[in-house]
């Protein structure tokens, strides 16, 4: 089962930055921060992911909290592209990806 | 380089029919999982492979879904027989043997099934 908590649902306007937040208070010494997208009418596409330091990426940054307890993706600057399902998803090792519920993000023009 | 590939994109079959999903993984990649998504539910780990090794099926719904990757590079699912609740789209996403956690996986467009 996921392990993770992210909001259903939310909202940006074009060219605004948009802070994904995501919860996971059970999180292991081992687990690694994995965020995927799934884009309408397409499979699940890596974003970015971490352990413990922030990461910066062409699509996007990850700022993890300093207790690991919780994550935020960033979206510098929200395009209609980037509308799509957001999954924060834990990995320890090399067991498989459990997608949750994620949060749907809809982008305004 | 190519990305994962699917084939059929779309299969539109019978109760009780049967039924065959094709997964080329990118060259070189080791690793190769099938997931599914029934409608308005989340996606799903059916099985992960290691080369032509099962190194997880525990998501395998039951005995009518085989799943082989002969030779460690493509991999088919079949179904037999299929049943209404095997409507769904299956993805096949592949990734290098890099271990702890970190390696990328990247997803084909999947197959979207339909068994009326």
């Known amino acids: 089962d996921a392990k993770t908590t992210q909001p259903n649902s939310m909202e940006s306007n074009e060219e605004e930055p948009v802070h994904l937040p995501c919860n996971h208070s059970?999180?292991?010494?081992?687990?690694?921060i994995h965020w995927y997208r799934q884009l309408p009418s397409q499979g699940p596409e890596y974003v970015i992911h971490g352990l413990t330091s922030n990461v910066n990426n062409r699509m996007a940054s990850l700022a993890i909290a300093e207790d690991r307890k919780s994550s935020t993706l960033i979206l510098h600057r929200a395009t209609l592209r980037d509308a799509a399902v957001y999954y924060c998803?834990?990995?320890?090792?090399?067991?498989?990806?459990?997608f949750g519920k994620g949060t749907r993000l809809s982008v305004i023009a | 380089e190519a990305g994962v590939t699917q084939f059929p994109s779309h299969s539109v079959i019978e109760k009780g029919q049967t039924v065959t999903l094709r997964c080329d993984p990118i060259?070189?990649?080791?690793?190769l999982y099938w997931y599914r998504r029934v409608m308005g539910k989340e996606i799903k780990f059916l099985l992960h492979?290691?080369?032509?090794?099962?190194?997880?099926e525990s998501g395998m719904p039951n005995n009518r879904f085989l799943a082989e990757r002969t030779g460690g590079t493509y991999s088919t699912l079949k179904v037999q027989p299929a049943e209404l609740e095997d409507s769904g789209v299956y993805f096949c996403a592949s990734s290098p043997l890099e271990g702890g956690g970190r390696e990328k996986l990247f997803f084909g467009s999947g197959t979207q099934l339909s068994v009326l």
């Open positions: 059970t999180i292991s010494g081992t687990d690694h």
């Open positions: 998803i834990l990995r320890d090792g090399s067991t498989p990806l459990v």
């Open positions: 492979f290691v080369k032509e090794s099962k190194q997880d």
């Open positions: 060259s070189g990649h080791d690793n």
